[in-house]
């Protein structure tokens, strides 16, 4: 199944480097809507549901700790192959791999701080869309 909507985080190393502004500037002129948006901050045990996918990997317990250390920005974003064409605009998973002028490129220092998060598949963009917004906050 295809839709056309995908799910991010602003992650709490680019909220404290002050590239909120930056990184929304790229996702609109990247061509998504903007259907839901917070600034909030995941608890250790809402980081650690949030990513318990990632439970086995040696990296777990390091990455629940950065993504509930600071403020983050969520959003549900819209455009036609929304989640395919947003993990493009973000680049790879290390920005030391990351293509020329994408977000992490632009904006990560680590493979752990690494800027922004983009759902990789369309059920996890719903699952990870409802995992921080109610019927009643998308728009
Ligand atoms: P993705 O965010 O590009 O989909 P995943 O492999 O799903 O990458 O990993 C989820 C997140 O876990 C990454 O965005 C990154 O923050 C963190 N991560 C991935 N690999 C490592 C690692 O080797 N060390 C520390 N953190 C990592």
Known sequence: MTTNRTFTMIKPD???NG?????LNDIINGGFK???MKYTQLSKEKAGEFYAVHKERGFYGELVDFMSSGPIVAAILEKDNAVE???KLIG???PAEAAEGTIRQKYAKSIDANAVHGSDSDENAKIEGDFFFAADERF
């Open 85 to 87: 064409d947003f993990r």
């Open 34 to 36: 903007i259907i839901a």
């Open 19 to 23: 590239h909120i502004g930056a990184i």
């Open 14 to 16: 680019a909220v404290a």
């Open 92 to 94: 790879a998973t290390n």
